[in-house]
């Protein structure tokens, strides 16, 4: 595969998409979404370039528009490797159908450890947490000062809050980077598809989207050596449930997924738009705020397989 001169172009775009999306996405919070399209654009440059090269200028474009933007070199390699680090690894990973499930988990790894070490940073000065407990007792109070119905139970302070943060920090982590990498990459397949229909592309759309082996593998390791560490006394039970929280919180998010995709695909030869869309909406009213459902669905799927996908190692004789 040979990067001619019209998928340059089209890489060229790829990259004006991703620095737009991104100054979009830094000017105002409610365009945080489109950090998606930046993830989408450079999974799609990665995937299509058989020059590293293009890739490697690419970022360096993107990196140096944050500079220009922000005026802060760090702040651009941080935001750069944050969300540019996984889509490249999971283009290049793309190639590979039997590297799909490592694609998945290294993106979503490397990420989320981009992330902690981030934060670590920020949350080494001092003043940030002072700031911050501040901010939550000011607005504990105005709360209460505001409504002389219903006063706020009086356990509800900075320090308990920011204990709370703490324990799932984890676990929102990996679940932003796993939504980042899986989006970015459902939005990648379509760019690919229409942009580089010359490109060799055996992936799957999401509607087959089924829970990687090597996860559960993960996580029921995680599981045993968690037990067995807590059982010897190396770790005290506090902090054994903290990890079992967060190993559930991302577990029922994959299963959300899993579930997600079962019901995408029941209705994949719907020929009503209406139809379609009143079950997405729905989908989303779910996935957000009732996700009980899906992640039943999805555990379910796993037992029965509704989509008649066959076991899952089939996908890699």
Known sequence: ????????????????????????????????????????????????????????????????????????????????????????????????????????????????????????????????????????????????????????PTQIDAKTMIKTMKEIFPATVVIISLMYVTISKYMAISVIKKQFPQKPLELESFNKFVVPSKLGVMFVSFYLVSNAIAFFGYITQEYYKILMNNVLYVMAYILMMNGLAVVMYSIRNTKSRLIKNIVIVVLVFLFFIINVPL??????????????LGFRRKRYE
């Not at 190639?95 to 981030?118: H, N, P, Q, S, W």
């Open 1 to 152: 595969m040979n990067t001619n001169r019209n998928d340059l172009l089209k890489i060229i775009a790829l990259t004006i998409i991703a620095v737009l999306s991104s100054v979009l996405a830094n000017i105002n919070t409610l365009f945080t979404v489109m950090f998606l399209w930046v993830g989408a654009s450079f999974v799609s440059i990665s995937y299509a370039s058989d020059n590293n090269y293009n890739v490697l200028l690419s970022s360096m474009i993107y990196t140096f528009v944050q500079y220009i933007l922000f005026g802060s070199m760090n702040y651009a390699f941080i935001s750069s490797a944050i969300v540019l680090l996984p889509a490249i690894i999971l283009g290049k990973t793309m190639r590979r159908k039997e590297f799909d499930d490592v694609g998945y988990l290294l993106c979503t790894v490397i990420m989320a450890i981009v992330i902690m070490a981030t934060f670590k940073i920020i949350l080494a000065d001092a003043n940030f947490i002072k700031d911050l407990k501040s901010a939550v007792d000011e607005t504990v109070k105005n709360l209460n000062s505001a409504n002389n119905v219903y006063k706020l």
């Open 295 to 308: 992640v039943i669905l999805g555990v379910l799927d796993m037992a029965f397989d509704f989509r008649k």
